[in-house]
């Protein structure tokens, strides 16, 4: 160990970082914080962030500390709070909901924060309302005189928006809308921010003018008064209950009995029932589904992609800490970091982090010319963004849960505690499978687009994009979807009615869906790469997390590349010896490649995941802090006394 | 649709059976009845269990009706609560621990109890404590006059056990062991009952003996007052904190201080330390791991193979009740249990609940006459055990695991919700990959036994119980070992070290582990079905769920049979498509395969699985119980109140 080495590593020890922390920071083949500026897309945006990082983290009112002791009442309460003094803390600092800062604002406070599906509410009539619906609605959310919520889903109804119940019959007489719950299924059910804090929502329900049903439309219906917030005449509104996580959110339950909006309330941006009851449309009907399309993708970065993120810091720092078993006899235990075993697990997370961060960026540049596009009224792209949005959200969602959870019980015992902070980046992320689309049938809509391009413009597929001709170079996509096409076509030429036949291709439809996510994201991973400016490293190592994640794809699915002798055993051996040769590589690199991800302590707030990598001190400290340790338990008293003073007859 | 048919859907309706559930009833192929009975291991056995879950069912003192609503302190209190409660219901009943209800009971209870550690204690002293000491603390732990734990784990130490740091010094001039925990990494941490119950517990630590080291032994410590449950001098212990389920066990820390015990409590059954220092072995130092080794079997019924039963159950007849999206236009919505990609999901986890309840019949076996072996001192079976266990132990939890969150998944946003069950199954079963030693860890045990066995005795292994030759006919577990040991062997004739070898093969050689424990699995299921009668059908639809089983392994693992060509594309193909033909044939009786499982309503706790299936109204019921709904928020008055009333800049 040279003399520098060793006084770095003093100065660590003086500065409270675990040495083997520490040492793996010397190591790092690339600048840490040119990396940083480069995710953040430049150093300005850095500098910003971490102002703004800094100005929350330093007011006490953001505070997490006690996360993980609260109940769900007392999440709530804490999320509201939050919530409020958010609004506060924009206007002291000249922060603005459309302003550059907001993004860093609600990807620090990680979700943890009420009046989300409010925000959801504004998007959905900034995108559905008439002009004359926005300038109404818009300022009295903006300034807070109203909540609102978003009540699509139902009991029985889930994705699939057709099957919805809820009722909205106009009635040309009083010139108003009549909404009803028909029955316990059509209750809404899940809307955030709807349980106890909402005064409105909009409604999706099922339009009938003069006894015609004209299929779900959305409705801005009052649920609470604005004077004493009780439920409004015909409305009955409560909390769903416990949850596997979103403690603080208040997801309700809506049912709805006769209650009676004004013809405005529909939202007209596309369509519009007239005085008379005509029916007018100036758009396709599938626009009603657009906020959902692009809530999809919103959804990526802070809810899906950065759990991820968390989950490879925790872990990976954890893991260079950890020791365990010895690597070499007579050497102390070795850190768990260099077991291959443990670089399997971590370090193909780490590299789809990467990935799905760079696909990110791409997506959303996708979204924000097709966005353009519609406000034109030109709806040409609607399908191909569906198709992507739906694909995409169900790939990097469970990528991303699967991800946190290797990353969780790759920390045994201690990951497990949810001071380490994984359990509740788990229980999280996992619902992100869930919500907005389930991901199964988000999947096979991919396929559908996909199958659809391949029958009736196989020219034309193979030329767009992610055409057959560059899916056939690398993944097997191309296979996977032909030969359920060519199973689908053999079925109906067999007899088989075209609906059944579609259901016995759908398991290997969703493979081919996934394979052609994948694919994409390969693709657009070794793109980004290749643009990279290899000063400081950062080219470099990018390559090899990106060599790494399609490896990994590979090696994951090897029967899809032996088939057809895609590829032979004797190069599938070479594929998985370049795979684990890689995992030494990169594990040099593993704590500055999280390092670079910039999460602070308290955004992390992980008593395993710190700076520091001082673990067993902290994961102490804070197990005096919990509510388990300062309170006598009654039980001591109740039945515990009593038991051992051997009075177990009279109890 | 027949009369009886009708008749019988009637009568579901008149007795509030969703019709849905009925129907799926009338199509059974097989005794639902019978096949419980075989389950149970005969008729009279269901009618004892029967009997037993009756007697507790009906005794609101084991209610579980609030448990979703809880907090950790609550469900701290309940735990302890049944747990005295069963001592006495035990005694009006004449049950004993040594009965034959025992089982039942816990099985009912699922381990939603207290004093679980208090019986580990029991069992590690019964098995390692000498005659004198089994006389003197047996009938104490028994009659609840102290309560126990077991504290091996420590803050830094987990899976490999020759790290424990604490220290027993023996003291001769006092003839006591003097206990110390050295440093923060050598806190115990995690033992249950610790927390806040225990008086006393085995401590796992070092012994020295005129300086000398002789590795980890288990001394039993008291470390609370039997007058008034403070810790005893030198000793620090308290609670963990919040965890990702076991809210109701009191998972503790501990930290000793020159705290002395005398000579006679460290544990002697197979050495001792004598008056004068000197050090006795009669066994095997393994001996100490064997409590952990029977442990690690003894779970896999009711902590790992039950919660999968149950969520195959609730997810299962939930797939039945919950419709939609439409298989045929024009027809109403769809059972989601008729859709290829769900029957995909959950049968395969089906036919996994199964097959791990006949190899957990076949381990429990195995350990028993290994069991005796030992009392009579031949250890000879040990290293089998050891890897028997380890394997099993890995690969059940793991699959087991992962099998629970694929029926969460698979029920969608209301899989998410507490009150379907699913969430809580889920995190507790998580924890058995972690707890009783790492899987990763146990894999490669299993492996090192494995290859060990392969080199050494490469005859012998051929012929023994799981032996190459009846391997190379069903799965690839040959080929991944076999390869692994060539890969292994070269890099050690290339100038590897021996340990950096083996650590460059683990990747491969937890892979070849994970197959040897599948393929037995196939194997003693293809065993049992074999030996079933098949009068009420039940050997048929057993062979269908083995057929299954089987099928699944080679289709989620077609690299490793297509790399070599073992199979080729063609054969691969019809392995997908049998495959995929039997889920539509175990489709069919999907509902009455759960139902043998013959789990009480009370038991699954579920809104969504119970019996009757109706599944939305016990929601919405069980919502309304929310603790959320029984409060108005200090939220409104405090925050949204003043908000909505436009006194923003006021807050």
Redesign the interface.
């Known amino acids: 160990m040279g003399v520098p080495l060793l006084k770095h590593l003093q100065d660590s020890v003086l500065s409270g970082v675990n040495p083997d922390l520490a040492s793996e920071r010397l190591t790092a083949s690339f600048s840490v914080e040119k990396l940083t500026a480069r995710l953040d897309g430049g150093a300005e945006h850095t500098r910003m962030r971490r102002a703004i990082v800094e100005a929350i983290e330093s007011d006490p009112a953001f505070s997490r500390e006690n996360q993980?002791?609260q109940?769900?009442?007392e999440r709530?309460?804490a999320a509201?709070?939050r919530?409020?003094?958010l609004?506060?803390k924009m206007r002291e600092m000249g922060w603005t909901e459309n302003g550059p800062e907001i993004k860093y604002i609600y990807r620090w406070l990680s979700g943890d924060i009420a009046f989300l599906l409010h925000r959801v509410f504004m998007r959905s009539i900034s995108v559905l309302g008439s002009d004359k619906q926005v300038a109404k609605w818009i300022p009295l959310a903006t300034?807070?005189?109203?909540?609102g919520s978003y009540a699509q889903?139902e009991?029985?109804?889930?994705?699939?928006l057709q099957?919805l119940e809820t009722t909205a019959v106009f009635d040309i007489a009083t010139q108003e809308f009549l909404l009803n719950t028909p029955k316990?299924?059509a209750?809404k059910?899940?809307p955030g921010d709807m349980?106890?804090?909402a005064?409105h929502t909009v409604v999706f329900a099922q339009l009938y003018v003069h006894g015609k049903c004209y299929g779900v439309h959305p409705f801005i219906v009052q649920i609470r008064s604005?004077q004493d917030?009780s439920p409004r005449p015909g409305v009955t509104v409560?909390?769903?209950?416990?949850?596997?996580n979103f403690e603080h959110t208040?997801n309700g339950?809506l049912m709805l009995q006769n209650v009676r909006v004004p013809r405005e309330n529909m939202l007209s941006r596309f369509c519009e029932v007239q005085p008379d009851g005509t029916y007018v449309r100036w758009g396709s009907q599938k626009i009603n589904y657009f906020t959902m399309t692009t809530v999809r993708i919103s959804i990526l970065s802070d809810e899906v992609i950065l759990p991820l993120m968390k989950a490879c810091t925790i872990a990976i720092r954890y893991s260079a800490v950890?020791?365990?078993?010895?690597?070499?006899?007579g050497e102390q235990?070795a850190k768990i970091l260099?077991?291959?075993?443990?670089q399997?697990?971590l370090l193909p997370q780490l590299a789809a982090a990467y990935a799905f961060h760079f696909i990110n960026i791409y997506l959303h540049e996708l979204f924000d010319r097709g966005y353009q596009e519609i406000q034109g009224r030109n709806f040409d792209s609607l399908p191909e963004l569906h198709a992507f949005s739906s694909g995409f959200k169900a790939m990097v969602t469970q990528y991303c849960t699967s991800g946190v959870?290797i990353c969780l019980?790759a920390c045994?015992?201690h990951?497990?505690?949810?001071?380490s902070g994984l359990?509740s980046l788990y229980?999280r992320v996992?619902?992100s499978?869930?919500?907005e689309g389930?991901?199964?049938?988000l999947f096979?809509q991919t396929a559908r687009n996909a199958i659809l391009l391949l029958i009736t413009h196989k020219s034309e597929y193979e030329t767009s994009a992610c055409g057959l001709e560059y899916l056939s170079k690398f993944f097997q996509f191309s296979r996977l979807l032909s030969s359920s096409a060519a199973k689908l076509q053999h079925l109906i030429q067999s007899g088989a009615?075209k609906?059944?036949a579609w259901?016995?291709?759908?398991?290997?439809l969703?493979k081919a869906a996934q394979a052609h996510c994948h694919y994409i994201t390969v693709k657009i991973f070794v793109e980004t790469v290749e643009k990279l400016d290899n000063k400081a490293g950062i080219q470099k190592v990018m390559k090899h997390l990106c060599d790494l994640f399609a490896l990994h794809g590979i090696f994951s699915?090897?029967?899809?590349?032996?088939?057809?002798?895609y590829l032979s055993?004797a190069q599938?051996d070479l594929v998985?010896a370049s795979y684990?040769d890689l995992l030494a590589v990169i594990r040099m690199d593993a704590v500055p490649l999280v390092d670079a991800f910039d999460f602070t302590d308290k955004s992390l707030n992980s008593a395993l995941g710190s700076y520091d990598g001082q673990v067993?001190?902290r994961?102490?400290e804070?197990?005096?802090?919990?509510?388990?340790?300062q309170?006598v338990?009654?039980?001591?008293g109740?039945?515990?006394?009593?038991?051992?003073q051997?009075r177990?007859s009279k109890?």
Request: hydrophobic content about 30%.
């Open positions: 993980y002791f109940s769900q009442n709530y309460e509201v709070r919530a409020v003094h609004q506060k300034e807070h005189q109203i909540i889903t009991l029985g109804h889930g994705t699939y099957g316990i299924s209750m059910w899940w349980g106890r804090s005064t604005l917030h409560g909390d769903i209950g416990p949850k596997m208040d339950y950890r020791r365990q078993s010895k690597l070499k006899p235990e260099d077991y291959q075993t443990q399997q697990k959870e019980r045994g015992g990951g497990y505690s949810l001071l359990p229980t996992l619902a499978c869930i919500y389930e991901n199964t049938v096979l009615e609906h059944e259901n016995q291709c759908t398991v290997q969703v699915n090897a029967g899809d590349f032996l088939y057809d002798g055993g599938m998985t684990l067993y001190q994961l102490y804070w197990a005096q802090k919990s509510p388990t340790n309170q338990s009654p039980a001591y109740k039945y515990l006394k009593p038991l051992l051997n177990l109890l």
